[in-house]
């Protein structure tokens, strides 16, 4: 089975990334799937494409979603 693997590109003192990152790290718990964070603002091309479109949910190498998490549809990309 491939490890799926999900980013989430968060910034600093964002209250949606930190609420993003909670439900991503429960739910790739839940599958055993790996995720790792970015923070769009160490980067000028990554704050330059996500703007204050963060949080944006990349699963395996694909945005999957911004804003906030859809659970169900997360968990099915992941299963």
């Known amino acids: 089975m491939t490890q799926r693997r999900v980013i989430v590109y968060t910034r600093v003192d964002c209250g949606l990334c930190a609420k993003a990152e909670a ?11 790996g995720w790792t964070t970015v923070d ?6 990554l704050r330059a494409e996500y ?10 190498g694909r945005e999957h979603g911004f804003w906030r998490v859809e659970e169900d549809r997360l968990r099915a990309a992941l299963g």
């Open 23 to 33: 439900e991503v790290a429960r739910i790739c718990a839940d599958v055993g799937a």
């Open 40 to 45: 769009v603002d160490s980067d000028p091309e």
């Open 51 to 60: 703007g204050d479109r963060v949080p944006v949910i990349e699963v395996d």
